[in-house]
């Protein structure tokens, strides 16, 4: 697993690469609840287009975000999972809470516009 | 008599392994030859177990995982076996969203995953004795072609 | 008490699992972030003493295999298994050339690989009883990033 | 592992992919020894540039197809084997008696020439 922060438009982008599970989660909630104590970002994408695989682990941790995101008025958005990660997203009813997008160029636009 | 296809796999409970059982349990149903679907699902429901045993049954300690797997004509069964605290109440456990660790960002829907993505799940608990969880999953049998495609496996 | 990494396999010897069996210890291996080279060192170790389980020790019949490995620093060891016939004259067997199965057209290279392939090679046999196959392979400690490789392994 | 058998120029070229052990090497050798019963074969070569793997049994495979065909005063030729099966070939002394090429063209020109 590995996973990159980027900044777009005012958002905080998380590239993950590779299998996210338990082990890997809290590595990737360290590092995003850092960047996001900054108070510099609108929104929070999770950007799945290279993760290969991911159980509920990677649940927790979209759910765990989302409180923190959504205090402070913000949005949480997943894009580009693969068909068996989203699967487990479906499955989890976490799509009542946050949106789900093809890619991050769309993810983007659509948030701006909401 | 005749031997079943079988492994049997020991890990102590470090995270770190929860990757290391999915792919050696995804590398012996290879050899079934599953759809990319259906060897995701078997990958998935097995991190569910086996993390489950990591954080869940032996808590602040490393205890021992077991990992079994077994093949027989079509159908794969995996038995991931701990001997931790064991479930109090399992109704409530498999319950869609409940856990026990919010704190650690446990979402409650591991069993749920296991239930969806495997055509039988089983638990077997005792209080203070550990956990077994038997899951069974049926592979579609188009696309067969014997042991040829056992060689793609590694 | 530290508890070690470690990882126990059992699986029944048909030849097939010799594939599986060499796949599952170099997932294992890949959290010492070993170089190609010294991966498939290890790899082809492992094959020539499953295959010896499989072929020498249970002859015609399907009996056990153990797999053992662990690790230290950067070390691994591994450990292979079987409770099959023995090996008579473990000096004869580990001289290079030497097969007893000519006709099975085995090389008798098994145990020259291995002890060129790694860097300590222990073989312990009764008649009757088995053999045990210890092998020690020092992985080199250049590119090391902690954890981060380890990812890459499945 | 898979393998395919071609004639070329009278020669039989053994191309064998993926990973070559003692489960698999049993059925290279069928085909090859029922295709060379054939006897329109000069020589025979392996090729291994997308073999991935191979242990001792590979040597076992190539030890034996030279004792059947020098027998009929042809050579048995191994070209292209990645890093790590050319060192199981050379410590096993079989390039005393075979062999070794880059390529399957050279394998072929070579032959021809001696
Ligand atoms: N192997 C186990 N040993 C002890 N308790 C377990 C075990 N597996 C599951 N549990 C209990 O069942 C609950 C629900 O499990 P699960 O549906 O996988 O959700 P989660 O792992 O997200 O909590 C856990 O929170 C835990 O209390
Ligand atoms: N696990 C084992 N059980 C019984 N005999 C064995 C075992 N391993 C090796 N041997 C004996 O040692 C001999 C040499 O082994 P090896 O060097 O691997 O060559 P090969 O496998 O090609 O015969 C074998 O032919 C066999 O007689």
Same sequence: chains 1, 4.
């Avoid at chain 1, 590092?31 to 929070?44: F, G, M, Q, S, T």
């Avoid at chain 1, 580009?80 to 499955?91: D, H, T």
């Avoid at chain 2, 495997?118 to 899951?135: P, W």
């Amino acid at each position: 697993m590995e996973f990159t922060l980027l900044p777009m438009q005012g958002n905080l982008v998380v590239r993950i690469f590779g299998e996210l599970d338990q082990h890997y989660a809290e590595e990737v909630r360290k590092a995003v609840d850092k960047e996001w104590k900054r108070e510099i970002y609108h929104n929070l994408i999770f950007s799945l287009e290279n993760l290969e695989f991911m159980d509920s682990s990677g649940i927790g941790l979209f759910m765990g975000r989302y409180k923190t995101v959504s205090e402070k008025g913000g949005r949480v958005a997943i894009c580009g999972p693969p068909p068996s990660i989203k699967r487990v997203i479906e499955l989890s009813g976490l799509l009542k809470l946050m949106d789900i997008y093809r890619d991050e160029e769309e993810a983007l636009n659509k948030l701006v516009l909401n | 008599m005749e031997i079943k296809d079988y492994m049997r796999l020991e890990i102590p409970g470090f995270s770190r392994n929860e990757s290391f059982a999915r792919a050696t349990v995804a590398a012996f149903a290879a050899r079934l030859d599953p759809t990319l679907e259906e060897m995701s699902d078997i990958k998935t429901a097995v991190s569910e177990a086996v993390t489950n045993a990591v954080i869940h049954a032996y808590e602040d300690e490393i205890g021992i995982v077991f990992i079994m797997a077994y093949i027989e004509n079509l159908t794969i069964t995996v038995e991931v076996v701990d001997q931790g605290k064991g479930i109090n109440d399992v109704n409530r456990a498999m319950e869609p969203f409940y856990t026990s660790t919010p704190e650690l960002e446990r979402s409650g829907m591991g069993f749920t995953i296991m239930e969806s993505f495997m055509d039988e799940v089983e638990v077997e608990s005792d209080h203070g004795e550990g956990t077994t969880i038997r899951m069974v999953k049926h592979i579609s049998s188009k696309n067969k072609q014997g042991e040829k495609s056992y060689g793609a496996a590694d």
